[in-house]
């Protein structure tokens, strides 16, 4: 057996054995400052990242370090709160192992969300984005001996985010009177913040929104044919016109996120129960 897979098939037995057998139909990634979704989370079970095989553990700012199961919008959901991520110095391989694990363990959809700076001018802080494409920077997560087990060498991204899902997440917020706008999400590596000119060529290629997680995530659910939603929280204006004492600061963006996590909350809630 591949030595990927099986540290995949390690990890997934072991949850598996937390959950006793039961099997999570939606898997959920929780980005910086949103890990109070899982709060929501009834009947929850807890599995500390540390306590799984081979897993590594999640050093970021807001990030819990826990997988949290249970139900949510009257389905069975394995929660991630919080993430790894490519500039804490783990191989795409480990950044994206939680997500294959969820493959195995049986979700039939991920819902991913993150903290993103907008670097669209017409978005503030606070606005919930939902993600309708992206722009990779970040190393790919496929690069390598493929994963036959998992999927075929040449995945489709011609839809990386599933166009029913994003059609009914905007049925739902109206229904709710939570407000939405929809963009192009843009990962680099980090962990430095962007320079004012980077956030001004990140605008001029396409994006609305930028951020430093996500994509690899994304690319390996596709990757295995999982049907993606996802959500930016625009936790700062990632313009170019700052004023001279503005500073980009990690606390703020956590305290920015954390504000809009409620709406984020009932949003997913109310379309996981749709599903």
């Known amino acids: 057996m591949d030595e990927r897979t099986e540290r995949i098939m390690k990890a997934a037995e072991y949850v598996r054995a937390r959950l006793g057998g039961?099997?999570?139909?939606?898997?959920?990634?929780?980005?910086?400052?949103?890990?109070?979704?899982?709060?929501?989370?009834?009947?929850?079970?807890?599995?500390?990242?540390?306590?799984?095989?081979?897993?590594?553990?999640?050093?970021?700012i807001g990030h819990k370090g826990n997988f949290i199961f249970g139900r949510l919008g009257g389905r069975n959901v394995l929660a991630m709160q919080g993430r790894f991520h490519y500039y804490e110095g783990y191989p795409m391989e480990l950044v994206t192992l939680p997500i294959r694990v969820m493959k195995v363990l049986g979700i039939e959809y991920l819902f991913v969300s993150n903290a993103a700076g907008g670097v669209n001018f017409d978005f503030k802080v606070g606005d919930l984005m939902v993600i309708r494409d992206h722009i990779n920077l970040l190393p790919n997560p496929l690069v390598g001996r493929n994963m036959d087990d998992f999927g075929p060498r040449f995945p489709d991204m011609t839809r990386p985010y599933d166009p029913h899902l994003i059609s009914l997440a905007g049925t739902v917020a109206a229904e709710l009177g939570i407000a939405l706008k929809q963009g192009v999400y843009l990962a680099g590596t980090g962990p430095s913040y962007e320079t004012p000119a980077e956030y001004r060529y990140f605008r001029m290629i396409g994006a609305d929104a930028v951020g430093m997680s996500t994509i690899p995530e994304v690319i390996v659910a596709r990757h295995s044919s999982i049907p993606v939603f996802g959500m930016s929280v625009i936790t700062n204006e990632a313009h170019?016109?700052?004023?001279?004492?503005?500073?980009?600061?990690?606390?703020?963006?956590?305290?920015?996120?954390?504000?809009?996590?409620?709406?984020?909350?009932?949003?997913?809630?109310?379309?996981?129960?749709?599903?």
Do not use: C, H, W
């Open 22 to 60: 039961q099997k999570p139909s939606v898997g959920i990634v929780l980005g910086s400052g949103l890990g109070k979704l899982a709060d929501r989370i009834e009947d929850a079970v807890a599995v500390p990242y540390r306590e799984i095989p081979g897993f590594p553990v999640s050093t970021a």
């Open 240 to 275: 170019d016109d700052y004023a001279e004492d503005y500073e980009n600061n990690g606390d703020d963006v956590v305290a920015a996120a954390d504000a809009a996590a409620d709406r984020m909350t009932r949003l997913f809630s109310a379309l996981i129960a749709r599903l």
